[in-house]
């Protein structure tokens, strides 16, 4: 599966931005999809994931209550809302996806990082302070 992220900026501390990752080559269906950032000099961190068929989602402490994944598998489509952002959520962001299995879900894998083997090119968000 080919993922395409959109939607970064440059937007003031508090402000909004709404991220899309669309997917070409086949569906979402039966994919965990998760959004990665990475900030300058800083390691690669899952930040929010959602599992295939919408029923469990993950979110990371540093972005829990402000950001929102969602994804709309009718589209092939899925989304990043980030409300009140801060300096410190500047960084490149990755669209990810990964299959879900029975065991991945009995087993609530939703939030390892490394089960993501497809990825978006990222797209830079920056917030001004």
């Known amino acids: 599966v080919q993922l395409q992220a959109s939607g970064g900026g440059l937007v003031q501390a508090g402000g909004s931005l709404r991220l899309s990752c669309a997917a070409s080559g086949r569906t979402f269906s039966g994919y965990d999809l998760g959004w990665f950032r990475q900030a300058p000099g800083k390691e690669r961190e899952l930040i929010c994931a959602i599992s295939w068929r919408g029923s469990r989602s993950y979110y990371a402490d540093s972005v829990k209550g402000r950001f929102t994944i969602s994804r709309d598998n009718a589209k092939n489509t899925y989304y990043l809302q980030m409300n009140s952002l801060k300096p410190e959520d500047t960084a490149v962001y990755y669209c990810?996806?990964?299959?879900?299995?029975?065991?991945?879900?009995?087993?609530?894998?939703?939030?390892?990082?490394?089960?993501?083997?497809?990825w978006g090119q990222g797209t830079q968000v920056t917030v001004s302070s």
């Open positions: 990810a996806a990964t299959p879900e299995s029975a065991s991945d879900y009995l087993s609530n894998r939703l939030p390892n990082p490394t089960r993501y083997v497809y």
